[in-house]
Structures are given as C-alpha cells and as structure tokens.
C-alpha cells in the first residue's frame, strides 16, 4: 500500500466520526471496525453497547488528535465498579475506579486483565467492571431495573432526599427515566420520576429548554441546580453488589473442595435430611452449608439436588457454589441469604411489617424464578414459603431442589411411595403423580396464601387426608381478611 492510498484510507475513516462528550470520537470503521478478527471483540448478547451506541464497527478514539493506527483500537480498557479481594492465586485485585486492559473475555463469569495501576495479570469476575467512560461505567447508571425495583432502592432508610439514579426506560427503548427520592410534609419520603428523552441529533433533556449533549452532561447539570426537579441531585443511590456464581475462578467446572475449607460457625436449621449452617469459606467468604444426616438418603440422591442448582443460574435462584462429597456428612455449600426463610421472615422476623406493595415485590421476584425454570423445563415440585429465601432489601431467591426433576414431555410420575407436602402439592400430583409446570402453579398460589396472611398454616385445622378429600369435591381455601388498604387515598401511582 502506498502513502497516498494509507492517507487515503485514513480520511475515510475520520469522514465517518463525530464528537462525542469527554473530548473522544464515536468511529465507524470500514471493514468492519477496529475489532477486526480479534476474538475479544466477539459481541456479548449479554453485554451492553459501549456509550449506548447500537451499530456494528464502533470503537472509541481516546482523543481527536490521535493518529490513525489499527491496533489502537483494540485495547478495552474497563474501570471497576466495585472492589474486589482476589480469591485464588489467579485472581486479580482491585479497589472500586481501578482501570484494567481485558485480555481475554472468553469466559463467560472470569475475565482475564492487566491491571494497569499494579501492572498484575489475573482474572476477575465479569459484572464488576465496566467500558471506561461507557454510561454503565457511572454510578448513578443502574440500566435495564423496573420503576418498582427503583423505588425500593432509592426508599431505604439510609439515603438521603435528592438520592436519584438513571434507568433505562420500560416504554421507549431509546431513552431513559431519572428517580430522585423526595420529601414532603403530607407525604413523607417517596420517590419521582422524570422522563429523559432522546434528541432527534443526538443527546437528551428533561424539559425542552434545557438540552444536554450527552447523560453524563444531564446529571452533572441537575447536581448543581434542580432546574425545576423536586430537589437536586445529592448522591447516586448505592448499588448492591452483583451476583459471583463461583467460589472462585478454579470451582468453574470442579466444584468437589476440601472441607477443612468451611468453617461452621452457627446453626441456622434442620430438617428430615439433615442441618443448615451459617459459615464461611476461608474464613472470608459467607456461605450456607446443608448437611446430610447419615443413613437417610443415599449419596445419589443428595447430590443430584446439587446437579440441578449448579446446572441453572438466575438472580431469584440460590447460587451453588460446591459440595464436599468424599465423606460423611456430605456438604452443599451454598449462598447464604441473611433473613432466612420466607416463612419465618413473616412470622418473626422484619417481614411482619410488610406493606402491600412489599408483599407484591417478593411474589413478583418468586414468580421470576419459577418463569425461569419452567424455561428450563424444571418443575421444582416443592415450592412453598419455606422454600424461599430472603436477603438484605427484600430480595427473595428459591431454594432447596431436592424434589426438583427435569421433564423431557409435559408430566412427571414419581416412583410409587414417593411423599410429598400434600397441603402444597396439586391435587392431580397427589392422585394420580403426575407433575408438571402446572402443578407448580398451584404451589406458587398456595405461596401466596402463605405470603399474605404473614405465614399462617394453609387449610388451617386441617389434616393431610382431609384436604386431599376437600379439594376433591371442590373445596378451596376462603379469601384471607381485607387489610383495609382500599379505603385509603393514594398518595403515589
């Protein structure tokens, strides 16, 4: 290639930039922009656009000037969005703004980097981090949430008035909703919404004559000065750390660890299979740890529950992070959710004071998780209050697989002798054996009885027999008592 053809091939490339905020250069490269054949630059379907940019060859250009340079732009530089203490010997460091060149991303959950402020070379877990200079790389940024999970994180008791963050919207897939918690003399703390709305050219606004050339432009602006907001915006509404489904980068695939490893520090429950502990990892890491009681169930069987929630990963299930198999008592170590079950959360615990739209919350997040398995064509066979557990801000994950089965067709049939909760399970289930998708839908509307009496005992003063016959003929439990929230004005919809 001659110097006029490289100058040449250069101005193409530039007649196809323009600015964006921050002194870089959104380019679309020909050819297929700057990731070429490099095998880091394979989309994620998982992972967001870089500054919300949808079209295909996009790479940014740290500043104008620079020169034009094919291997330039393969370099993704991320920023940490939260700390991280290293795990492993292979694991990687870093404080919350730490910067990092990804190496490898092939990884589904560890990516190989370069820490660039230690010069160390290690993995880290993916969700950290983000893009340098991306929009989910802000701490306000809180992407793809609901209006209802909003509002539940901006209300905590914690955050002060003018507590805000960004979310995409639920309705125009090209802009935004800004939530600030506010306060009022009549109405307390709640929370308000404002749309942001995209600009034909590019950028955003709230009110129509106050435009912004990007978000970052948008908050920096509502953070000196409301400009007819309900208050400034004081500080990013905190974000709980997300979700590592491993222990550690080398339990990805083998996930047997020697129990010395746990530590059992105290006794959480029991039940016909065995104990559930609180302990830690290393003395670091916080786990729940079940115990096979001896000579009640084989081996098999207890692991298979561990095959079935290694195998299915989503934020309303409980993470398995390892098993201690080689010898007695077995071991399933697992997340540990601090409030613990569901049903003891609303008998005694800070569940007893939940409001309506509380209880909603949690029946959503459940109805989640069981969406998710049937996807996966797992009926879990056993889902009730007891089954749930519940962690720090209402979260509510499902747990304990030992009756879950996955189905090849529609039903599944039990050996004959199998016992089941009779007061939970589907009356066909009860019959006949048969199992389906359905059958957990009526466990799921036995739940929410559970759920909104505050854990009362379904088909009270009755025995298992009893309610086997009564369902039978027709009968279903009667509505529970109003709370009386309908004769209420509503102060926010």
């Known amino acids: 290639m001659t110097q006029k053809d490289m100058k040449l091939n250069q101005s193409i490339v530039y007649q196809h930039a323009y600015k964006v905020p921050d002194g870089e250069f959104i380019v679309h490269t020909v050819n297929g922009g700057g990731g070429g054949g490099d ?72 990516w190989r980097v370069k820490h660039l402020r230690t010069g160390e070379e290690g993995f880290i877990p993916w969700n950290f981090v983000a893009e340098e200079k991306s929009i989910e790389s802000e701490d306000w940024f809180f992407g793809k949430i609901s209006r209802k999970e909003a509002e539940r994180l901006l209300l905590s008791v914690e955050n002060p008035r003018g507590t805000f963050l960004v979310r995409n919207s639920e309705h ?33 606004y709230i009110a129509t004559n106050q435009t912004f050339p990007s978000l970052q432009n948008l908050v920096m602006a509502y953070s000196k000065n409301a400009l007819g907001l309900c208050h400034v915006l004081s500080r990013p509404c905190p974000k709980p750390k997300p979700q590592i489904w491993d ?96 049903l003891e959360f609303l008998r005694n615990g800070e569940g007893k004071d939940l409001g309506f739209g509380d209880l909603i919350y949690i029946a959503a997040q459940i ?15 056993d889902l009730a209050a007891r089954n ?50 359905k059958s957990d ?23 298992g027999r009893e309610v086997i016959e009564q369902v039978e003929r027709g009968y279903r439990m009667p509505k529970p008592a109003m709370l009386g929230c309908h004769t209420r004005k509503a102060t926010h919809i």
């Not at 940014?60 to 939260?82: C, N, W």
């Not at 897939?173 to 942001?196: M, Q, T």
């Not at 786990?287 to 990963?313: C, P």
């Not at 009362?456 to 003063?461: F, N, R, T």
């Open 39 to 110: 095998p880091r630059y394979t989309p994620d379907p998982n992972r967001p656009p870089v500054m919300q940019v949808k079209r295909q060859g996009v790479d940014i250009i740290r500043t104008p000037t620079t020169p034009f340079h094919p291997t330039l732009t393969h370099r993704r530089i991320v920023i940490a969005k939260y700390p991280y203490n290293a795990r492993e010997a292979a694991d990687v460091s870093f404080l919350k703004g730490d910067r990092m060149e990804i190496l490898d991303d092939s990884e589904p959950d560890w």
């Open 172 to 204: 125009n897939p090209n802009g935004f909703s800004l939530s600030v918690k506010d306060w009022e003399e009549a109405r307390g703390y709640h929370p308000k919404h404002y749309k942001i709305k995209p600009l034909d050219n590019g950028g955003f």
């Open 247 to 342: 222990l550690s980068i080398n339990m990805r695939d083998q996930w047997e660890i020697d129990r010395s490893e746990i530590q059992l520090i105290k006794k959480l429950g029991q039940g016909n299979f065995g104990e559930v502990w609180y302990g830690k990892w290393r003395n670091d890491i916080e786990v729940a740890v079940k115990t096979l009681r001896q000579g009640t169930m084989s081996t098999a069987a207890f692991l298979q529950e561990a095959s079935i929630m290694k195998k299915f990963r989503h934020d309303r299930l409980v993470a398995l992070y390892a098993v201690c198999s080689k010898e007695e008592p077995i071991y399933i170590v697992q997340e540990y959710m601090n409030k613990g079950s569901l």
């Open 367 to 381: 109805a989640s998780g069981m969406e998710y398995l049937e996807q996966k064509q797992l009926i879990h066979r």
């Open 388 to 437: 749930v557990l519940i962690g720090d801000n209402n979260v509510a994950k499902i747990c304990d697989f030992g009756l879950a089965r996955i189905i090849e067709d529609d039903e599944y049939c039990p050996k004959q002798g199998s016992r089941f909760p009779v007061k939970w399970t589907a009356p066909e289930a009860i019959v006949y054996g048969r199992f389906s998708i």
């Open 441 to 463: 839908v009526w466990s799921y509307g036995i739940l929410l009885m559970e759920l909104f009496t505050y854990g009362q005992i379904p088909y009270p003063a009755m025995h």
